[in-house]
């Protein structure tokens, strides 16, 4: 579509008047009738119907007219956009379900504090974000990965369950309890390791997809389970309990293409935090 043209219907719609429109664009009534022909030909429609005193509007003019009004003002705008003394740079961020908050509040005040102008683009984890906030089990092969915490799993038992009183507990005391398992999570290979050690067959109470589908079954009472420590925090009805056995933990971080660098401000994200610890909130 021919900006030119854009130009001439609006004037003639305004003005109502093919001379008067002209003037308004400063071309001659031939050069304008013209350009009209050429817009209705373009758009197969009659947009004004002429008479001596002017012309009359159609319907179909009506409701081209707002939208050539916005087109136009979004072309006139382009010079303004690119005279501004800053532009906001967008960065593209997937973030993984199930993340402590306090990480994600820090890492954003602290980025968009450093950063000055951005534009954050939050999607679900994936190749065609610049950068991940995830597990280092999830990155992707072909991604590098800069840790920034470790999260410890803790063991969680409901208020009312015969453990919660027990100041400390034995591996063994774990035998027979009713267990809710996530087996999407990344640490579920090394739970069953820890419940292997009791030397009893667990009873399985439930299998769940998510971390927060095991932790509402755990506030409801069902079962006991392990759990990265911030996504039990201060949640009501549930102890974590000291345990005598195997530790383990997850390593959340940033993963990343080496092409993302081409942003700069990626650049300068995974700069500062290559030499900086992230405090959490």
């Given at each position: 579509?021919?900006?030119?043209?854009?130009?001439?219907?609006v004037?003639?719609?305004?003005e109502?008047?093919?001379?008067?429109?002209?003037?308004?664009?400063?071309?001659?009534q031939?050069?304008?009738?013209?350009?009209?022909?050429?817009l209705e030909?373009?758009v197969?429609?009659?947009?004004f119907t002429?008479?001596k005193?002017?012309v009359?509007?159609?319907?179909?003019a009506?409701?081209?007219y707002p939208i050539a009004?916005?087109?136009?003002?979004e072309?006139?705008?382009?010079?303004d956009?690119?005279r501004q003394?800053?532009?906001r740079?967008?960065v593209?961020i997937?973030?993984?379900?199930?993340l402590p908050q306090a990480l994600?509040?820090?890492?954003f005040?602290?980025?968009?504090n450093?950063?000055g102008?951005?534009e954050?683009d939050?999607?679900?984890?994936?190749?065609?974000?610049?950068?991940?906030?995830?597990v280092?089990?999830w990155k992707?092969e072909?991604?590098?990965?800069?840790?920034?915490i470790k999260?410890?799993?803790v063991?969680?038992?409901?208020?009312?369950?015969?453990?919660a009183?027990?100041s400390r507990?034995?591996?063994?005391d774990?035998?027979?309890?009713p267990?809710?398992?996530?087996p999407?999570?990344?640490?579920?290979?090394q739970?069953?390791s820890i419940l292997?050690?009791?030397?009893?067959?667990?009873?399985?109470i439930?299998?769940?997809?998510?971390?927060?589908?095991v932790?509402?079954?755990?506030m409801?009472?069902?079962?006991?389970?392990?759990?990265?420590?911030?996504?039990?925090q201060?949640k009501p009805?549930?102890h974590?309990?000291?345990?005598?056995?195997?530790?383990?933990?997850?390593e959340?971080?940033?993963s990343?293409?080496?092409?993302?660098?081409?942003n700069?401000?990626?650049?300068?994200?995974i700069d500062?935090?290559?030499k900086?610890?992230?405090?959490?909130i």
């Amino acid at each position: 579509m021919d900006e030119r043209l854009l130009r001439f219907f609006v004037a003639i719609y305004e003005e109502k008047n093919l001379s008067r429109a002209a003037g308004k664009c400063f071309v001659s009534q031939p050069n304008i009738s013209n350009g009209l022909k050429q817009l209705e030909e373009t758009v197969g429609k009659e947009l004004f119907t002429r008479h001596k005193r002017g012309v009359e509007i159609k319907e179909d003019a009506h409701y081209l007219y707002p939208i050539a009004k916005r087109l136009l003002g979004e072309l006139n705008a382009i010079p303004d956009l690119f005279r501004q003394s800053h532009i906001r740079r967008k960065v593209v961020i997937g973030i993984a379900d199930s993340l402590p908050q306090a990480l994600k509040n820090s890492f954003f005040k602290k980025m968009t504090n450093l950063l000055g102008e951005i534009e954050w683009d939050v999607r679900p984890i994936g190749r065609d974000c610049e950068i991940n906030i995830l597990v280092r089990e999830w990155k992707f092969e072909e991604h590098l990965f800069l840790p920034l915490i470790k999260e410890d799993y803790v063991l969680c038992i409901p208020q009312n369950h015969s453990l919660a009183n027990k100041s400390r507990i034995e591996i063994s005391d774990l035998s027979g309890e009713p267990f809710i398992h996530c087996p999407p999570c990344e640490a579920h290979q090394q739970c069953l390791s820890i419940l292997n050690n009791t030397g009893d067959k667990w009873n399985t109470i439930a299998n769940c997809q998510s971390k927060n589908e095991v932790l509402t079954l755990l506030m409801a009472g069902l079962g006991i389970t392990f759990l990265p420590a911030y996504l039990v925090q201060d949640k009501p009805g549930i102890h974590i309990k000291e345990y005598n056995g195997p530790r383990y933990f997850r390593e959340i971080g940033l993963s990343y293409a080496q092409k993302s660098l081409k942003n700069p401000k990626v650049a300068e994200i995974i700069d500062y935090l290559s030499k900086h610890e992230l405090e959490l909130i």
